[in-house]
């Protein structure tokens, strides 16, 4: 499969956004038909798992990348979702920045992931006036977990694959 640089770009920006991960046995993505899953290798500090795949076009051209991860917080740790959120966009902007992209960024807004009470933002990366590529970030705590997601794509293939990504957002069950 020949990656564009792009695609490329914007498969790297995925990489970042891994919190810490750490994963529950219980906590897994069932992948539809067609999502290549890739291995992700484990955290430096063997903290965690990340789960990502890749749906792609009839040539092999990414649709959409999406990564799950989980972290484990430490006890007693409470989480401003608020601000990982913020710094997660800020980070993807940055991002962008450095490689010559606009981005656009929604308010940060409630939303759900897997059951949990979310908060949910959406960019829009663009270069010279035209829209690119669209990635969300979501991220939810429950107990001593917090989940983080990310999922993007060329303008165009984000648009054809956003249901069946809300349908796997849906079917996620995290464990207490």
């Known amino acids: 499969m ?18 810490t991960p750490a994963w529950a046995d219980s906590t897994q993505i069932t992948w539809p038909g067609g999502w ?11 903290n965690g798992q990340r789960q990502r795949a890749v749906k ?20 007693e740790h409470q989480v401003n979702m608020d601000a990982v959120l913020l710094q997660m966009r800020k980070t993807l902007q940055q991002n962008f ?22 908060l949910e933002t959406t960019c829009k990366i663009t270069q010279n006036g035209n ?20 999922y993007a794509g060329p303008a165009d293939g984000y648009k054809a694959v956003e249901p069946e990504v809300q349908g796997i957002r849906a079917s996620l069950r995290f464990a207490p």
Request: charge should be negative; hydrophobic fraction near 40%; include cysteine.
């Open 97 to 118: 920045a450095k490689g010559g992209y606009q981005s656009a960024c929604n308010k940060i807004h409630a939303s759900t992931l897997g059951g949990l009470d979310a």
């Open 36 to 46: 290549e899953v890739q291995a992700v290798p484990p955290a430096p500090d063997d």
């Open 56 to 75: 792609n076009d009839a040539n092999g051209d990414p649709l959409m990348v999406m990564e799950l991860t989980q972290t484990t917080l430490a006890p």
């Open 131 to 150: 829209h690119l590529m669209t990635q969300t970030l979501v991220a939810a705590t429950r107990g001593s977990h917090a989940y983080a997601l990310s």
């Open 2 to 19: 020949t990656v564009s640089p792009r695609c490329s770009a914007l498969i790297g920006l995925l990489c970042t956004f891994g919190l």
